[in-house]
């Protein structure tokens, strides 16, 4: 069965601090990728989607992702966080499959940002 | 703005009374999903329509089902709740489309609605 790991659930960091946010797939045929973000009491919102081409994509807000299909990887980066960035980030995946109809996504458990002011 | 819009935002409903929850949207998407994420898991796919065709993920119990009247709506019929069934239940939608390296983009989601049996 395909299945998303956050190797991270809470990571705590200071304003400016450099952030890496770990996200590994199973799932061996073409995928779509994505990270979402939950801000507090906000409904999930789309960070950034990889579907195809450079495997390097950049997001809103700073934020960046980087697909290794080697290591069935896509994580996301942000160079320096603000107390703003804090929330709940879940990297989600798209396998497509020729009798899937439904772009079903699956989600990795979720990773709590908190950053501390 | 275009939005996924969930009502109620909160629900409590007694073990074995049945529940409605209501997902509207005003993207004109194709595509809509319902997801069941409990409390520190990840969001879980229960169903979804693709247009009016009707997709239930393989695992997700007799208990739930769904009917979608029209593009805008989409309603999910939890009959008989059980305890187990306690969760904040996400609506979603997508457009269906060839061109997006999909056929499928990215969705777009409600608020949830969260729900408690007692």
């Known amino acids: 069965a395909q299945s998303v790991s956050q190797h991270n659930h809470h990571v705590i960091l200071s304003e400016a601090a450099s952030l890496e946010l770990g996200c590994n797939y199973s799932y061996g045929g073409t995928v779509n990728l994505f990270w979402y973000v939950q801000y507090p009491g906000q409904h999930l919102q789309l960070l950034l989607k990889y579907f195809s081409g450079d495997p390097l994509v950049k997001g809103i807000k700073g934020f960046e992702a980087e697909f290794i299909k080697s290591k069935f990887s896509f994580n996301l980066r942000k160079p320096s966080v603000q107390w703003s960035d804090t929330a709940e980030y879940f990297c989600a995946v798209n396998p497509l499959m020729i009798y899937n109809q439904g772009g079903k996504l699956i989600f990795g458990q979720g990773t709590e940002l908190s950053v501390k002011p | 703005d275009a939005m996924v819009i969930q009502n109620p935002r909160y629900q409590v409903t007694q073990f074995g009374k049945p529940v409605t929850l209501s997902c509207s949207q005003t993207?004109?998407?194709?595509?809509m999903y319902w997801y069941q994420q409990k409390s520190s898991q990840a969001p879980k796919l229960l169903f979804h329509?693709?247009?009016?065709?009707?997709?239930n993920e393989a695992d997700t119990p007799d208990n739930f089902q769904s009917r979608r009247p029209n593009t805008s709506f989409c309603f999910l019929d939890i009959r008989s709740p059980g305890l187990g069934d306690a969760a904040m239940y996400l609506c979603?939608?997508?457009?269906?489309?060839?061109?997006?390296?999909?056929?499928?983009?990215?969705?777009?989601f409600g608020p949830g609605t969260r729900l408690t049996v007692l």
């Open positions: 979603a939608t997508s457009r269906a489309s060839i061109t997006a390296g999909g056929p499928y983009n990215e969705q777009f």
């Open positions: 993207l004109n998407h194709n595509v």
């Open positions: 329509y693709y247009d009016k065709d009707f997709n």
